[in-house]
């Protein structure tokens, strides 16, 4: 590990934007592209939403980490929560699943962090909580 | 959020302007939808152009329009979708999902 920054912070929507741009000026470190630093900004943006909603179910004195490393040129995000855990974690990946489709959600969580990141793993245990962890390589695209 | 909306005849031309992420989906829905209460729009379009974010919670407020105006037999189109559009799906992208098929 290169180096690495984690946040705690409360589950607030308005939390969202702030662990996106702090994934971002992380990431610079790594001079990435700005079709990259989007990728990065969309994913996190996601997996806090979940955490959010789905996890803690808009609990809001609950928390959330995100963490950031480097290795290398890959950055690898962890975004972790002690909600209530996924039941079935298949079901949860497959596009347009949504378990709340009363809040009008796309389904679409799993599927935009699988698009714009190289690799997403999930672990996570009823009623002990979730660990997203996501990596890209940065640079790629530049042909670093 | 901001939105700016000017409407003619049928059609309603809405500018969204911010982050449209969870975070704001609530209140753009309802603004959007104070707007649709006109049962006379039949065509809205949504211009994303000043949207600087978008995830898949913007992409649920628009597929929520999407449905209440094919109730009536009316029209979506979305112009300048973010970054999120790229997403792919069975071979398609959002963006022309969304374009055509309001991505049923």
């Not at chain 1, 290398?72 to 709340?100: H, M, N, Q, W």
């Not at chain 2, 600087?52 to 979305?78: E, N, P």
Request: charged share 25%; aromatic share 6%.
């Amino acid at each position: 590990m290169d180096n690495w920054m984690e946040l705690t912070f409360p589950s607030l929507s308005v939390n969202e934007g702030f662990a996106r741009a702090a994934t971002a000026a992380f990431a610079a470190l790594l001079n990435p592209t700005i079709d990259e630093l989007s990728d990065l900004r969309t994913a996190v943006s996601e997996a806090v939403t979940n955490a959010i909603i789905h996890a803690y179910g808009n609990d809001r004195s609950a928390m959330i980490t995100l963490r950031c490393e480097t290795r290398g040129p890959k950055l690898r995000i962890v975004v972790k929560d002690t909600g209530c855990g996924i039941e079935d974690i298949e079901l949860a990946r497959r596009p347009f699943y949504t378990s709340k489709p009363e809040l009008e959600r796309s389904g679409m969580g799993f599927a935009v962090m699988e698009a714009f990141m190289d690799s997403v793993e999930i672990e996570s245990a009823p009623g002990e909580g979730t660990a997203v962890t996501m990596e890209k390589e940065i640079g790629r695209a530049r042909g670093d | 959020m901001e939105i700016n909306a000017s409407k003619r005849g049928p059609r309603l031309h809405v500018k969204l302007s911010g982050e449209l992420d969870h975070h704001s989906a609530e209140q753009t829905r309802n603004m959007l939808d104070t707007l649709l209460k006109d049962i006379t729009v039949r065509d809205l379009t949504l211009d994303l152009s000043g949207v600087s974010f978008m995830d898949s919670a913007g992409l649920g407020v628009i597929l929520g329009r999407y449905r209440i105006l094919s109730m009536r037999g009316g029209h979506l189109t979305v112009t300048d979708l973010p970054h999120v559009g790229r997403l792919r799906h069975r071979g398609q992208s959002v963006r022309r999902r969304v374009w055509i098929t309001g991505w049923s």
